[in-house]
């Protein structure tokens, strides 16, 4: 049974009068809604969010309010909507709705579970909601975003959202951040911009993003390009620019039960191509090579991802680092390899998997990576 948080009264609330003199429009260079206020005594829909709650950090329960950094071995979590309800705020803001998901550790998600979610998802922007929140365990909520960005086709805003620090810690961040993923996906100015990620006040692209820290609550950063704005301390939301692929969705997967399966492989001083040559044996259709630098692996799994382009296997190569692109050179086209441009491994797989659902042809799948 969904949860739902129901809207405050019409009395003022304590509230301010608007300021006088006339405020219209949008201020697109700062992304912030300059609408005037509505009149008084004129009824004003609330936006309708969609909340789905898939399980994480944000809602696990430790041992006392210290606990934050073995609380996933108590097996504890909030009940279903107990996060919601624990939130009146958000009454303000909009209509909150839970709908049923599973929950599930985000480590432990499958490719079943992303295309479940893009459907559920799908079908909530195709009704009659406004916007769909997330909220996600952090460990995997880059790929998953990503995952929906390729996937939901909908202008309206999908925002993931997460926490550090679990519900039962002191100073639990996971109710400020669903809070302001709530004002993201209610905000006018997010509609367009594709899948979003909001945590620590900050909102970042999908394609972008990435968990930079094990513990720290400002963990999550976008190396290459910056963050998209904020969600300010007053509740505004500040976007300054737009993502350049904003609302692409790449992939229809309405018919699909699985995704092919894409292994990565991550290079290391003396690593030799046993990896490379098990995750062939293993049914690969692709293998994202994880190389030093600007994308180098060792000579023995240059030898071995040539073996396994040879047996049919599309291979991307992407780099390790975290933060710059990997071109196809001369060399990489000649080998018929695919190049990650800026995405990282992780993401890479996201991406190759879902191309193999259409070919499984390099030089196409090179240009779906450019694009994307």
Known sequence: MGVRAGLPSGRGRGRAPPRPGPRRGLDHHAGRDRRPLP??????????????ATGGTIDSVGTSRLDLAWYTENRERLGDGELLTSIPELR????????????VPSYALTSGDWLD?????????????????????TNTL???????????????????????RPASALGADGPLNLLRGVQVAAAPQARGNGVLVVLNDTIHAARDVTKTSTFRVHTFASPDTGPLGVADADGRVVLRHRPAEAGKAEFDVAGLTELPRVDVVVSYVGADGALIDAAVAAGARGIVSAGTGAGRPTAAEDEALDRAVAAG???CQSSRVGSGRVVRSPG?????????????????????ALGLTRTDDPDRLQELFDQV
Do not use: C, N, Y
Request: aromatic fraction near 6%.
């Open 39 to 52: 009149r008084a005594g004129r009824v004003v829909t609330p936006p309708r969010i969609a909340l789905i």
């Open 92 to 103: 303000e803001v909009a209509e909150v709705e839970q709908v049923p998901f599973r929950r």
């Open 117 to 137: 979610l893009a459907r559920t998802v799908q079908g909530l922007l195709d009704g009659r909601f406004d916007g769909v929140v997330i909220t996600h365990g």
């Open 142 to 164: 880059e790929e998953t975003a990503f995952f929906l960005q390729l996937t939901v086709r909908s202008d309206k805003p999908v925002v993931l959202a997460g926490a550090m």
């Open 313 to 315: 296997v599309v291979v």
């Open 332 to 352: 990489l086209t000649r080998r018929g390899l695919v190049a990650a441009d800026d995405l990282q491994p992780w993401k890479a797989k996201v991406l190759l």
